[in-house]
């Protein structure tokens, strides 16, 4: 699988301390310490705003490189601290199972369709290698390009390109920046937990 690194610059510049004068000033006049302002943690609307929005963004979604072979991926600046993916999709190639942990999250289609099957139930956090799905749990839907959706915590789904001879595109974002990944197996209404995935195996 191949990759690529944003352009996106994630840090302004800030002046070197030796390029700047300090003023002479009394104690009394002294400026106060500046206050760290916190970031609002985004919610889940927000989240799929900043996936519609940048998925109208035709210039970034032309700089994506695409591979015949494998999904590609930029990572982008996410609101509020959240972690935020471009990524292309080859015909034929999906994620298989997987869940987000405690993280929310919304993607939104900006080239091609992808499909989405997805599991109306929350697992176990912990404790358990295979489980058996009860009856009305499956939900799927198709996502041409411009739409989306959000999900809350827990969410486990499987996302792929069912084309077979076009490539798509999507913007993901997460929020907290996802802790964990758990992947399964899954054959008939048996799912299996196969194994668990920190952020370093996919950055």
Do not use: C
Not at 20 to 37: E, H, L, N, Y
Not at 73 to 95: M, Q, Y
Request: glycine share 8%; net charge negative; aromatic share 6%.
């Amino acid at each position: 699988m191949s990759s690529a690194h944003s352009a996106v610059p994630t840090a302004g510049s800030v002046p070197s301390p030796s390029s700047t004068t300090a003023p002479t000033s009394s104690p009394s006049s002294a400026a106060a310490p500046a206050t760290a302002v916190a970031t609002a943690a985004p919610t889940v609307a927000e989240l799929l705003e900043f996936v519609r929005r940048t998925a109208r963004d035709e210039a970034l979604i032309a700089s994506l490189p695409l591979d015949p072979e494998g999904r590609t991926w930029i990572r982008l600046d996410g609101p509020g601290g959240s972690e935020a993916w471009l990524i292309g999709w080859p015909p034929g190639t999906g994620t298989g199972w997987h869940d987000h942990a405690d993280s929310i999250g919304a993607f939104t289609t900006a080239a091609g369709a992808l499909e989405e099957h997805s599991l109306a139930v929350r697992l176990p956090t912990d404790g358990w290698k295979t489980l058996e799905l009860t009856d009305g749990v499956d939900r799927s839907r198709e996502l041409a390009t411009g739409q989306g959706r959000a999900f809350g915590q827990n969410h486990v789904h499987e996302v792929l390109n069912a084309s077979e001879d076009a490539h798509a595109i999507s913007v993901h974002a997460y929020y907290p920046p996802l802790p964990r990944i758990r992947r399964f197996s899954r054959t008939g209404a048996v799912l299996r937990l196969e194994q668990t995935e920190s952020p370093e195996d996919w950055q």
